[in-house]
């Protein structure tokens, strides 16, 4: 398989995932701003997960953008990370419904440690076709917002069952450490490239 159609096939399902996501928000009946105070938990929600996706969709990029050819494992390792993904929109609309009460927080933070861990899996695939010496796996170095943020999301677990708020704000956290996209591996696309 060519890179160019995994590639596809991941924005594509990462569109889908977005759009399953906002479908998922109800419109209020009425037409006072007031409506819209109990509808703030599900938008703030939403937003942290287009968030989310968007980070995924940019570093997921770069990182296949960094691969040589696409072997089967590479494959599964892609399908996996998307499996994860796409209980996004099912975590986000459970999760802002009920306030961040302490089970949907829970299980928001599981998903998200499980798509971290399935994005590191296709990381190390990745890289491991590539060899220790190569260029991503020098760029990737000791990794440590990748390291960092299964530790992250494991706290915020544990801690949805005594301050679901604080989960809340470490999963916020999180997010604001990969916002700016992973310059490392960027770096190792444009010198391909070039």
């Given at each position: 398989?060519?890179?160019?159609?995994?590639?596809?096939?991941?924005?594509?399902?990462?569109?889908?995932?977005?759009?399953?996501?906002?479908?998922?928000?109800?419109?209020?009946?009425?037409?006072?701003?007031?409506?819209?105070?109990?509808?703030?938990?599900?938008?703030?929600?939403?937003?942290?997960?287009?968030?989310?996706?968007?980070?995924?969709?940019?570093?997921?990029?770069?990182?296949?953008?960094?691969?040589?050819?696409?072997?089967?494992?590479?494959?599964?390792?892609?399908?996996?990370?998307?499996f994860?993904?796409?209980?996004?929109?099912?975590?986000?609309?459970?999760?802002?419904?009920?306030?961040?009460?302490?089970?949907?927080?829970?299980?928001?933070?599981?998903?998200?440690?499980?798509?971290?861990?399935?994005?590191?899996?296709?990381?190390?695939?990745?890289?491991?076709?590539?060899?220790?010496?190569?260029?991503?796996?020098?760029?990737?170095?000791?990794?440590?917002?990748?390291?960092?943020?299964?530790?992250?999301?494991?706290?915020?677990?544990?801690?949805?069952?005594?301050?679901?708020?604080?989960?809340c704000v470490?999963?916020?956290?999180?997010?604001?450490?990969?916002?700016?996209?992973?310059?490392?591996?960027?770096?190792v696309?444009?010198?391909?490239?070039?």
């Amino acid at each position: 398989m060519e890179k160019n159609r995994l590639e596809a096939f991941s924005d594509g399902v990462l569109a889908i995932i977005i759009t399953i996501m906002v479908l998922g928000l109800q419109v209020p009946a009425g037409s006072d701003i007031t409506v819209l105070k109990p509808l703030l938990p599900v938008l703030l929600t939403y937003a942290l997960s287009f968030i989310y996706i968007g980070i995924y969709w940019n570093n997921h990029h770069h990182l296949l953008k960094a691969a040589h050819r696409v072997n089967g494992a590479m494959m599964w390792a892609n399908l996996h990370l998307l499996f994860w993904l796409s209980l996004f929109p099912f975590v986000t609309g459970w999760m802002g419904e009920n306030h961040f009460a302490t089970a949907p927080t829970a299980l928001y933070g599981l998903v998200m440690l499980l798509a971290a861990i399935a994005y590191y899996i296709l990381q190390t695939i990745i890289v491991t076709q590539q060899g220790p010496d190569s260029k991503l796996a020098k760029s990737l170095g000791r990794d440590l917002k990748g390291k960092a943020s299964p530790v992250l999301y494991a706290a915020a677990i544990g801690m949805a069952f005594f301050e679901p708020w604080i989960s809340c704000v470490i999963y916020v956290l999180v997010a604001l450490m990969w916002l700016i996209p992973d310059r490392r591996i960027e770096r190792v696309v444009d010198e391909s490239i070039h």
